[in-house]
């Protein structure tokens, strides 16, 4: 991959060692896991949902800044209405339940994609949830729904070429590090870490242009049996990558 690399000052980010500041997971696997014990799609979700705090509890514990996942694509809308209402109703149960303790435990949340296409009630509730852990500093979770990284790139290019127009801003001047303000990602630390549940090796969509030099991790695991010493081992891999930027 290649990408405008990061200043060659950062030594934690060039030499191996260091921690992950943002982790990102496409959390993949809940109907094949649910499928081999003959059970319904939506209990593969339920357990996914556990996976999911496990997973931010790991990530508070190994110095994790953000922790975003892939919880519903642009493209998950081509699943049944079955599906995708058990998704909307798990999503509205899981933030009903967890919104407490976000609070308790220092957990801000934040969304990318367009969630009101999940309806006016929900989006409503997930707004507030958004506004209600904004002070919160222990770690921030990102939840990406009705998201696709192609759209949002192009949405950040039409930005910038409004601005253009308008004046605002020489076309000459624009610079990766311009279309990347304005991502919904634009306030997080840059992605170290992307792992990949389930055995596929591809990136779906996902934070296309966050990934350019994170590291990839791909597992096996199907995302229900993902745990803290799954994640722990993941973060270890990535701590002993020497990440070069395309230098030497």
Excluded at 218 to 235: G, K, N, R, S, V
């Amino acid at each position: 991959m290649t990408s405008t690399a990061p200043a060659a000052e950062d030594s934690q980010a060039v030499n191996g060692g260091g921690g992950p500041r943002h982790v990102a997971i496409i959390m993949d696997g809940n109907g094949r896991w649910a499928s081999q014990r003959g059970l319904p799609r939506v209990a593969g979700h339920r357990a996914g949902a556990e996976s999911l705090r496990k997973a931010i509890r790991t990530a508070v514990e190994h110095g994790v800044e953000a922790l975003t996942v892939y919880a519903f694509s642009s493209e998950n809308w081509r699943r049944s209405s079955e599906e995708i209402s058990d998704l909307t109703s798990l999503m509205r149960y899981y933030l009903e339940r967890e919104l407490a303790t976000f609070e308790k435990e220092g957990v801000r949340l934040q969304i990318i994609g367009d969630f009101s296409a999940f309806g006016s009630e929900l989006a409503a509730k997930l707004s507030r949830a958004v506004e209600r852990t904004s002070g919160n500093r222990r770690i921030t979770l990102v939840v990406a729904l009705n998201y696709g990284s192609q759209a949002e790139i192009a949405a950040a290019a039409r930005k910038l070429a409004e601005r253009a127009r308008s004046g605002a801003v020489d076309p000459a001047d624009i610079c990766p590090a311009m279309l990347e303000a304005e991502l919904q990602t634009a306030n997080l630390p840059e992605l170290d870490l992307l792992i990949r549940t389930s055995g596929e090796e591809r990136l779906s969509n996902f934070l296309l242009w966050q990934a350019a030099y994170a590291e990839l991790v791909f597992l096996d695991t199907l995302w229900p049996d993902f745990d803290e010493a799954t994640f722990t081992h993941a973060i270890e891999q990535y701590r002993g990558r020497h990440r070069r930027f395309g230098g030497r």
